[in-house]
C-alpha cells in the first residue's frame, strides 16, 4: 500500500510539475511571439517624440515632417503586401525572424542617418519589418492558442503594442534634456534582437504546419498545451479546413464564399484607422506643443497618456473571451466618437489656451485612448485571423494589414497639413468615422469567442 502510494504521489508530482513546465513553455512562447507587436508601437510610437528634435535638426517644412513619419508606413505598405504569400510557404515563425532582423538593421541605421533622406531610407526599412509583425504577429498567436483563451493570448499584440509606445514615450521624455533623438530610435534595435533570439526556439503553428502534411509536428506542438482528446479533436477539425482548395488574393475577389469575410476583414481594417488613432500616437506631442505645452512637457503628458491605455489593454485581455469581441466594438466606437466631438469644439473655440481648454482635451485624449485600447485599436488585430478562413489566412491577413497600412498612410500624411488649415474640423471628421464604424459593428460583425478557428470558418451563418 505504502508502495503504491508512493508511486502514485510521485506520478502527482511528476505531472503537475511537466504542467508548470508546459504553462512556463507556453507562456514564453506566447511572449516571444507577441515581442513583434512592442516593436510594432515603440518604432510607430517612437516618431512623436523624435520628431520635435529632428525638426530642428533638419530644418523639416510640414511636407518632410510628414514623409519621416510616413516613410515607416511605406515600408509597412510592403512589408504587409508581401508577407502573405511568403508565410504560405515559409511559415509564420520563419518570417518573424526576418521580421527581428529588419527590425535591428533598420533602428541601428536610422540612429545613424546622416542626412533626411538617409533617415527615411532606414524608417522604410523599419516599416517592412512593421508590416510583417502586423499580419504575422497576430496570425502567430491566434493559431498557437487554445480556443478559451485564444482572445486573451491574441490580446497580448495589442498589450504589447501599447506596452510599445509607452517605452518610445519614455525614452524621448528621459532624453529630451539633450535632444539624443538618434539614441531614441538606435534603442529599438535591444528588442528587436530580443526577437530574433527568442522566435528562434520556438515551433510553426499547427495549422501551418498542417497544411503542409507535417502532421505529427502539429500534434506535438497542440498536445503542448491542450489535452490529448482535445488535441486530436482540433487537428481533426484543421485537417477538414485544409481540404478546401487554397486560394491567392486574386481568387479571393472571385470566390463567392470568400467575399463576407473579406469585406468584413476590409472594413475591420480601414474603420481601424479613419478613427484617428494614429494622429494620437504619432503626433501627440505636436498637438499638446499647440495647445501651449513646451516640447518637455509634450512628452510628459504624451508619456501619461498611454499608461491608461496600456493598462486597458491587459483587462481587456482579461474580459474579452466572456464579454466577446462585438460589444466591446460596439462600446469603444461611440466612446470615440464622444472624444473626438470634445476635442473639436475646443480647437474650434477660444478656450484651447486657456486651463479648462488644456484639461478638456487631455481629458479627451485620455479618454479616446481608453476606448480604443478596449475596442478598435487591439480586437482588430484579435479578430482579424478569426474571420478569415485557413486557406486563405495568410492571403486575407497579408491583403488586411495593407488596407491598415494603406488608410494609415493617407492620415498620417495629410494629418500635419491639414492640422494647419484646422484641427477641429479634423476632429469632427474622426467622430463622424467613429460613428460609421459604430454602425459597422452593429450590422456585419459576428459574435467569435467561444468557437474554435474551424467552428468559425464553417458557420454559416457568417459565411
Same mark, same amino acid.
Given at each position: 500500500m505504502s508502495f503504491r502510494l508512493s508511486v502514485t504521489t510521485g506520478r502527482a508530482a511528476a505531472s503537475g510539475h511537466e504542467r508548470w513546465a508546459g504553462r512556463r513553455s507556453d507562456a514564453l512562447l506566447y511572449a516571444f511571439g507577441a515581442l513583434g507587436g512592442l516593436l510594432f508601437g515603440y518604432d510607430t510610437g517612437i516618431s512623436g517624440g523624435a520628431l520635435l528634435f529632428i525638426k530642428s535638426e533638419f530644418g523639416l517644412s510640414p511636407i518632410l515632417?510628414?514623409?519621416?513619419? +510616413? +516613410?515607416? #508606413?511605406l515600408g509597412a505598405m510592403l512589408g504587409s503586401a508581401v508577407s502573405g504569400q511568403i508565410s504560405d510557404r515559409f511559415g509564420h515563425r520563419w518570417l518573424l525572424l526576418c521580421a527581428g532582423w529588419l527590425f535591428a538593421v533598420?533602428? =541601428?541605421?536610422? &540612429?545613424?542617418?546622416?542626412?533626411?533622406?538617409?533617415?527615411? =531610407?532606414?524608417?522604410?526599412?523599419?516599416g517592412v519589418a512593421v508590416g510583417i509583425a502586423s499580419s504575422q504577429v497576430p496570425l502567430y498567436l491566434s493559431e498557437m492558442a487554445p480556443t478559451a483563451i485564444r482572445g486573451a493570448v491574441a490580446s497580448l499584440n495589442q498589450i504589447m503594442i501599447v506596452f510599445g509606445v509607452f517605452c518610445a514615450y519614455l525614452v524621448s521624455f528621459l532624453l529630451a534634456e539633450s535632444g539624443a533623438w538618434r539614441l531614441m530610435l538606435g534603442i529599438g534595435s535591444v528588442p528587436a534582437i530580443l526577437l530574433v533570439v527568442g522566435m528562434w526556439s520556438q515551433p510553426e503553428t499547427p495549422r501551418w504546419l498542417t497544411l503542409h502534411g507535417r502532421l505529427t509536428e502539429a500534434r506535438a506542438v497542440l498536445a503542448r498545451s491542450r489535452p490529448p482528446a482535445? &488535441?486530436?479533436?482540433?487537428?481533426?477539425? =484543421?485537417?477538414?479546413?485544409?481540404?478546401? $482548395?487554397?486560394?491567392?488574393?486574386?481568387?479571393?475577389?472571385?470566390?463567392?464564399?470568400?467575399?463576407?469575410? #473579406?469585406?468584413? &476583414?476590409?472594413?475591420?481594417? =480601414? %474603420?481601424?484607422?479613419i478613427v484617428g488613432i494614429n494622429t494620437i500616437v504619432y503626433y501627440s506631442p505636436t498637438i499638446l506643443h499647440a495647445m501651449g505645452f513646451t516640447p518637455h512637457g509634450a512628452l510628459l503628458a504624451s508619456l501619461l497618456l498611454t499608461i491608461l491605455p496600456l493598462m486597458v489593454a491587459i483587462s481587456c485581455s482579461q474580459i474579452v473571451d466572456r464579454v466577446g469581441r462585438r460589444p466591446l466594438m460596439m462600446m469603444g466606437a461611440l466612446g470615440m466618437a464622444g472624444c473626438m466631438i470634445a476635442l473639436s469644439i475646443v480647437f474650434s473655440s477660444d478656450t484651447l489656451d486657456t486651463p479648462f481648454g488644456k484639461h478638456v482635451s487631455l481629458g479627451a485624449m485620455a479618454v479616446y485612448l481608453i476606448f480604443n485600447s478596449l475596442s478598435?485599436?487591439?480586437?482588430?488585430?484579435? *479578430?482579424?485571423? $478569426?474571420?478569415?478562413?485557413?486557406?486563405?489566412?495568410?492571403?486575407? *491577413?497579408?491583403?488586411?494589414?495593407?488596407?491598415?497600412?494603406?488608410?494609415? %498612410?493617407?492620415? +498620417?500624411?495629410? %494629418?500635419?497639413?491639414?492640422?494647419a488649415l484646422g484641427a477641429g474640423g479634423v476632429f469632427a471628421l474622426f467622430a463622424v468615422t467613429a460613428l460609421l464604424a459604430y454602425v459597422f459593428a452593429c450590422t456585419q460583425l459576428t459574435e467569435t469567442k467561444g468557437r474554435s478557428l474551424e467552428q468559425i470558418e464553417l458557420d454559416a451563418s457568417f459565411l
Open positions: 515632417e510628414g514623409w519621416v513619419v +510616413s +516613410s515607416l #508606413l533598420g533602428a =541601428i541605421a536610422a &540612429a545613424f542617418s546622416p542626412s533626411v533622406e538617409a533617415l527615411i =531610407i532606414a524608417r522604410f526599412v523599419l482535445e &488535441a486530436e479533436r482540433e487537428l481533426a477539425d =484543421i485537417e477538414v479546413a485544409r481540404r478546401r $482548395e487554397r486560394v491567392s488574393l486574386y481568387q479571393f475577389l472571385r470566390t463567392r464564399w470568400l467575399r463576407r469575410p #473579406l469585406l468584413v &476583414a476590409a472594413g475591420l481594417a =480601414i %474603420f481601424q484607422q478598435w485599436g487591439g480586437l482588430v488585430w484579435v *479578430m482579424l485571423p $478569426e474571420v478569415l478562413p485557413l486557406k486563405a489566412r495568410g492571403a486575407g *491577413m497579408g491583403a488586411a494589414a495593407l488596407l491598415v497600412w494603406l488608410t494609415n %498612410f493617407a492620415v +498620417s500624411l495629410s %494629418f500635419p497639413v491639414l492640422l
